[in-house]
């Protein structure tokens, strides 16, 4: 007999998971830093996949560790991350140190004065939600890469938000499988974020890496679309590693694009774009499902 649910549980599930959303302002500032501290485009290439390797190497421990202490305590999963999180919050205050100082005490805004930009801001934003709209609109290499952006992780966010009812409802996947796909899903992610996004987009260039990893998602979806046995999805897997080249690539492209004092600002515009797609995605393609 399953364990009755509270009356209460669906909306502060819902609460929660918008105060998530809120907060989701993570990788925009993660990449800001790397943009502020590693100056060599090449170098920040580099950074930028290191930085989302880990997502990928926490996506694959986070889904068995989760199923094993669920197995415990369901309770323990919160716990443990509540633990994680106000570690992270001691490492950043107290060890890492602030990217717009330097140890001689001046600051990373008076470098590169002299150096060439394919765009400057506008600073007098109030930075409602709106703005970031404004933002993307405003300029047009902007606006190219927030098309972009927003059709590819509208369909990203599709395939995430509906890929273990999926998996679940046509391929009869149990529990450990499914633990098993999203680890290889996030396995993928730490080596194509780790490796090979620090050869191809240097190699290729931020353009045709985006093709590439454009052409990788396509498919992706083909073969989720046309798949009829579970092991089908772990192809998915596969394609995934050329795809991961995508977000990188615009990111890479964007904060070598403009001033190195309105990089935040520009990241934060396509992470606005991107933060839009978590909600269309699933909302238009879960009700497909």
Known sequence: QRD???????TVFIVLLSLSGIFSSTFTLVFAYISDTVRQQDERVSAYGLALATFGL???????????????????????????????????????PESRIQQDGSTFDSLNKSSISLMTLDHNFSWNPWDTLKLITADPFLRKVG??????????????????????RR????????????????????????????????????????????????????????AYEGWHLFVCAG????????????????????????????????NGIKALTEGIGPLVFGSLM
């Open 147 to 168: 098309q972009v952006a927003f059709l590819y992780y509208t369909g990203l966010w599709a395939l995430i938000s509906t890929l273990s009812v999926y998996a679940v």
């Open 239 to 270: 394609f995934s590693l050329l795809g991961n080249l995508v977000y990188p690539s615009l990111t890479s492209l964007v904060s070598g694009s403009v001033e190195p004092d309105a990089v935040g600002e520009a990241l934060g515009a396509v």
């Open 58 to 96: 926490s996506f694959t421990i986070g889904p068995m560790a989760g199923g094993y202490l669920a197995q415990t305590n369901k309770q323990y999963v919160f716990l443990s991350s509540l633990i994680l999180t106000i570690v992270d919050l001691a490492y950043i205050y107290f060890i890492l």
């Open 171 to 226: 391929f009869h996947l149990n529990p450990e499988r499914l633990g098993e796909l999203m680890s290889a899903l996030g396995l993928c992610t730490m080596v194509a974020e780790a490796v090979l996004v620090r050869v191809m987009v240097p190699l290729l260039g931020e353009k045709k890496a985006t093709k590439v990893g454009l052409v990788s998602f396509a498919l992706q979806c083909v073969v989720l679309g046309f």
């Open 4 to 10: 009755a649910v509270h009356p209460y549980a669906v």
